[in-house]
Nanobody
């Protein structure tokens, strides 16, 4: 069984930066970040393969967000820059058994509890 714990969320102003962390216990494969705003469906943000060599991003965050991982610490990060009010959401990390990329929620069986990110204008 894998457990994931996110941290690093908070209230920031537009244009600020924030780094989210997701600490895992247990074996992880490919990992991803998703987010869910009130009244909206959970959407893909970024994903990284097990080795960390390959990443992919949603168009809405490309060039502003960076996903990375430290397998020695069993932790994945999401560095967010140039934040916008529309980035406001609960951010979730997730992991899957396969080592490759996954961009859809159903590809991930293990999820964290989420961390709130609020960006004020």
């Amino acid at each position: 069984q894998v457990q994931l714990v996110e941290s690093g969320g908070g209230l920031v102003q537009a244009g600020d930066s924030l780094r989210l962390s997701c600490a895992a216990s247990g074996r992880t494969g490919g990992m991803g970040w998703f987010r869910q705003a009130p009244g909206k469906e959970r959407e893909f943000v970024a994903a990284i393969i097990w080795s960390g060599d390959i990443t992919t991003y949603a168009d809405s965050v490309k060039g502003r967000f960076t996903i990375s991982r430290d397998n020695a610490k069993n932790t994945v990060y999401l560095q967010m820059s140039s934040l916008k009010p529309e980035d406001t959401a609960v951010y979730y990390c997730a992991t899957r058994s396969g080592r490759g990329l996954g961009t859809r929620p159903y590809e991930y069986p293990y999820w964290g509890q989420g961390t709130q990110v609020t960006v004020s204008s």
